[in-house]
């Protein structure tokens, strides 16, 4: 990896009008900078004014006031926000807006797949009754302060209603991938110490009943902490129901993520953590406004369930909840959600938009889509293609695509994009306001134009306050590299205009005779190729080489595997990155493993080709993909 020249020219621009009715320009003129420079600037040299101004901007309310912004003195990896200061954060969620205008709004939309999942909409004085009713269920059942409670349920009004209630009497809310088996339930139930499990009865896919009850038991059966399996049955509980008083900091929720090998990681969250970067990213990234209803595609068990739980409702805007295939029964199923729905922010993946590519333009331009106003993007990295296919077909070449990058362990973005920025297909504008970003060289050292480690050089109140009970893993996956700072395990890049690109996962890099590769390097090459609908690129073993490319494809439905086509491919790889990296081999699949959200998995992809252990596979949605990849071999 050498100089990075970006992509292209500048595609959109914001209007005087986008401008001047920003959070971002509203929060600059408040506090008297010029400039989103200046605010950059500020906002990582002095942590403390920024985070206090955007806990006072947010109204963030307090139930005994922080005495100091954050405490250092065991060092940025451990460090301590709103040190002193009590709060659960379902008091600004829901409590606070109790007698006001926006108690009468709606906070929740929702549908499944037809024919039961029918619209549904809860006003947020909904919304917090049914959370007192829950609270009520878990308090009868003696659940309470610190104790951990798993969600397992699918993406419905009830999954936030539990979730909310769990945090309300003082637990830890422990969401579950719903397409997650029995062994995967009870191995992050076990490492939680979980004491319940909220579930439900099932939900559909495609049409097909998925029988989620069972799943859940079998998994809390294997855990004998865990004492009880509850279901979202709590309507002969009172209305009203105390918030039970926490510390700021203290642990609120406990998310896993998944790992190539040994158990996954528990990353620990707080009241004032997770919850308050979320809602700052939704305000500075995505400009989300209260009058706004942000859809993102996505399961409670991946952290933007949460997220797009805790923004929006910070932000007294309404949360859209879908949950089923997009494509069922019909191949407009997403466009005709976001027109019923009005949706005005809708949050997708690349791998999402290059499938719904493949049914051509006429299921979008059948709908109305006037309603969205931007979309949002995160989880991989983009390719030019379906990014201008989403900005100039979807988006009409007026909406700006937020594209947004950081992770479970960061409460939300490193990098994003936002309404002041002019765009380029696939960049980010930078780094986020409080978010002291950099890409570094092999030493560490700031770089531009070219390849580098994504890493962060000062705390942020989003950090997760480390991995559950295991604090050496945290600073050895983390702050290991060197002294103080966060290496993120990204590939980065600034171009010549000062925007920033993800280039993908940097231990996925792929070393081809002393020169590096990533992944996304290849992979947009063959994508761009008019008859590759996806692709996946790994690195295998090769004596002369030290490693060789080798590249997954699977193709438009319109065409058929062939060695001319093979060789089209490997040519085209070839004038695109060179000679050295040239395919070692070009195989062609019905599908490649995703997970639920539409990730590629190309651990999976390269484990099942060179016959090795698949690892933690708890997150894969289509075992099938797996199976046939390693039968290629």
Same mark, same amino acid.
């Given at each position: 990896?050498?100089?990075?020249?970006?992509?292209?020219?500048?595609?959109?621009?914001?209007?005087?009008?986008?401008?001047?009715?920003?959070?971002?320009?509203?929060?600059?003129?408040?506090?008297?900078?010029?400039?989103?420079?200046?605010?950059?600037?500020?906002?990582?040299?002095?942590?403390?004014?920024?985070?206090?101004?955007?806990?006072?901007?947010?109204?963030?309310?307090?139930?005994?006031?922080?005495?100091?912004?954050?405490?250092?003195?065991?060092?940025?990896?451990?460090?301590?926000?709103?040190?002193?200061?009590?709060?659960?954060?379902?008091?600004?969620?829901?409590?606070?807006?109790?007698?006001?205008?926006?108690?009468?709004?709606?906070?929740?939309?929702?549908?499944?797949?037809?024919?039961?999942?029918?619209?549904?909409?809860?006003?947020?004085?909904?919304?917090?009754?049914?959370?007192?009713?829950?609270?009520?269920?878990?308090?009868?059942?003696?659940?309470?302060?610190?104790?951990?409670?798993?969600?397992?349920?699918?993406?419905?009004?009830?999954?936030?209603?539990?979730?909310?209630?769990?945090?309300?009497?003082?637990?830890?809310?422990?969401?579950?991938?719903?397409?997650?088996?029995?062994?995967?339930?009870?191995?992050?139930?076990?490492?939680?110490?979980?004491?319940?499990?909220?579930?439900?009865?099932?939900?559909?896919?495609?049409?097909?009943?998925?029988?989620?009850?069972?799943?859940?038991?079998?998994?809390?059966?294997?855990?004998?902490?865990?004492?009880?399996?509850?279901?979202?049955?709590?309507?002969?509980?009172?209305?009203?129901?105390?918030?039970?008083?926490?510390?700021?900091?203290?642990?609120?929720?406990? !998310?896993?993520? $998944? %790992?190539?090998?040994?158990?996954?990681? @528990?990353? =620990?969250?707080?009241?004032?953590?997770? #919850?308050? *970067? +979320?809602?700052?990213?939704?305000?500075?990234?995505?400009?989300?406004?209260?009058?706004?209803?942000?859809?993102?595609?996505?399961?409670?068990?991946?952290?933007?369930?949460?997220?797009?739980?805790?923004?929006?409702?910070?932000?007294?805007?309404?949360?859209?909840?879908?949950?089923?295939?997009?494509?069922?029964?019909?191949?407009?199923?997403?466009?005709?959600?976001?027109?019923?729905?009005?949706?005005?922010?809708?949050?997708?993946?690349?791998?999402?938009?290059?499938?719904?590519?493949?049914?051509?333009?006429?299921?979008?331009?059948?709908?109305?889509?006037?309603?969205?106003?931007?979309?949002?993007?995160?989880?991989?990295?983009?390719?030019?293609?379906?990014?201008?296919?989403?900005?100039?077909?979807?988006?009409?070449?007026?909406?700006?695509? !937020?594209?947004? $990058? %950081?992770?479970?362990?960061?409460?939300? @973005?490193? =990098?994003?994009?936002?309404?002041?920025? #002019?765009? *380029? +297909?696939?960049?980010?504008?930078?780094?986020?306001?409080?978010?002291?970003?950099?890409?570094?060289?092999?030493?560490?050292?700031?770089?531009?134009?070219?390849?580098?480690?994504?890493?962060?050089?000062?705390?942020?109140?989003?950090?997760?306050?480390?991995?559950?009970?295991?604090?050496?893993?945290?600073?050895?996956?983390?702050?290991?590299?060197?002294?103080?700072?966060?290496?993120?395990?990204?590939?980065?890049?600034?171009?010549?205009?000062?925007?920033?690109?993800?280039?993908?996962?940097?231990?996925?890099?792929?070393?081809?005779?002393?020169?590096?590769?990533?992944?996304?390097?290849?992979?947009?090459?063959?994508?761009?190729?008019?008859?590759?609908?996806?692709?996946?690129?790994?690195?295998?073993?090769?004596?002369?080489?030290?490693?060789?490319?080798?590249?997954?494809?699977?193709?438009?439905?319109?065409?058929?595997?062939?060695?001319?086509?093979?060789?089209?491919?490997?040519?085209?790889?070839?004038?695109?990155?060179?000679?050295?990296?040239?395919?070692?081999?070009?195989?062609?699949?019905?599908?490649?493993?995703?997970?639920?959200?539409?990730?590629?998995?190309?651990?999976?992809?390269?484990?099942?080709?060179?016959?090795?252990?698949?690892?933690?596979?708890?997150?894969?949605?289509?075992?099938?993909?797996?199976?046939?990849?390693?039968?290629?071999?």
């Amino acid at each position: 990896m050498a100089t990075f020249h970006g992509h292209g020219p500048i595609l959109w621009r914001p209007s005087p009008e986008l401008v001047a009715q920003s959070h971002l320009s509203a929060f600059m003129t408040r506090h008297g900078l010029s400039s989103l420079d200046e605010l950059q600037r500020r906002s990582i040299t002095d942590i403390d004014w920024f985070w206090n101004a955007v806990i006072e901007d947010l109204d963030i309310r307090f139930t005994r006031p922080y005495t100091q912004v954050v405490d250092l003195s065991r060092g940025p990896a451990w460090a301590r926000w709103c040190v002193g200061g009590e709060m659960n954060i379902v008091d600004n969620l829901l409590d606070k807006y109790a007698g006001t205008l926006t108690d009468t709004k709606v906070a929740i939309r929702a549908e499944g797949e037809p024919p039961e999942g029918v619209p549904r909409a809860l006003t947020y004085a909904e919304l917090r009754r049914e959370v007192n009713r829950a609270a009520g269920l878990l308090r009868a059942h003696g659940i309470g302060r610190g104790d951990v409670v798993g969600v397992l349920m699918p993406l419905t009004p009830e999954c936030v209603i539990a979730m909310l209630a769990i945090i309300k009497v003082g637990g830890i809310f422990l969401p579950l991938f719903s397409g997650y088996g029995v062994e995967a339930v009870a191995q992050r139930l076990e490492d939680a110490g979980a004491v319940a499990l909220v579930t439900a009865e099932g939900f559909s896919r495609r049409g097909r009943r998925i029988d989620l009850r069972a799943t859940a038991e079998q998994g809390a059966a294997r855990v004998p902490a865990v004492r009880h399996v509850l279901l979202p049955t709590w309507s002969g509980h009172p209305d009203e129901a105390e918030t039970t008083r926490t510390d700021a900091d203290e642990p609120m929720m406990l !998310i896993y993520t $998944s %790992g190539t090998s040994g158990r996954p990681k @528990g990353t =620990v969250h707080s009241h004032c953590g997770f #919850p308050i *970067k +979320a809602a700052q990213d939704m305000a500075h990234g995505f400009d989300l406004h209260a009058d706004e209803t942000m859809c993102w595609i996505t399961d409670i068990g991946w952290m933007m369930g949460p997220w797009l739980v805790f923004g929006t409702l910070l932000s007294g805007a309404a949360m859209m909840l879908y949950d089923g295939a997009l494509d069922w029964p019909g191949s407009d199923r997403l466009w005709d959600i976001v027109a019923r729905h009005k949706i005005t922010t809708l949050g997708i993946s690349p791998t999402l938009v290059r499938a719904l590519m493949q049914h051509g333009e006429a299921p979008c331009r059948a709908h109305d889509l006037s309603s969205l106003r931007k979309f949002g993007s995160t989880g991989e990295p983009w390719n030019p293609d379906p990014w201008r296919w989403l900005f100039e077909v979807v988006g009409g070449g007026r909406l700006p695509i !937020i594209n947004y $990058s %950081g992770g479970t362990e960061t409460s939300g @973005g490193i =990098v994003s994009g936002n309404v002041l920025t #002019p765009l *380029k +297909a696939c960049a980010f504008a930078g780094p986020l306001p409080g978010m002291a970003a950099e890409v570094v060289d092999d030493q560490g050292r700031p770089v531009r134009g070219e390849v580098g480690e994504l890493v962060v050089t000062q705390p942020w109140i989003g950090m997760t306050r480390g991995f559950w009970r295991d604090p050496d893993r945290y600073l050895e996956t983390y702050w290991s590299r060197w002294p103080d700072v966060w290496v993120h395990g990204d590939w980065a890049a600034v171009d010549e205009d000062g925007l920033w690109y993800i280039l993908g996962r940097s231990d996925d890099t792929i070393k081809i005779a002393g020169k590096r590769l990533g992944p996304a390097e290849a992979e947009s090459v063959l994508v761009a190729h008019p008859g590759v609908v996806e692709a996946a690129a790994i690195g295998v073993p090769d004596d002369l080489k030290g490693e060789a490319l080798v590249c997954f494809c699977v193709l438009a439905p319109t065409l058929a595997p062939s060695d001319e086509l093979r060789d089209d491919l490997a040519g085209t790889i070839v004038a695109a990155l060179g000679k050295p990296f040239a395919p070692k081999a070009i195989r062609f699949v019905d599908a490649l493993p995703k997970t639920r959200n539409a990730k590629i998995m190309r651990r999976l992809v390269r484990a099942a080709y060179l016959g090795e252990p698949a690892g933690d596979t708890s997150s894969l949605e289509n075992p099938a993909a797996v199976d046939a990849i390693r039968a290629s071999r």
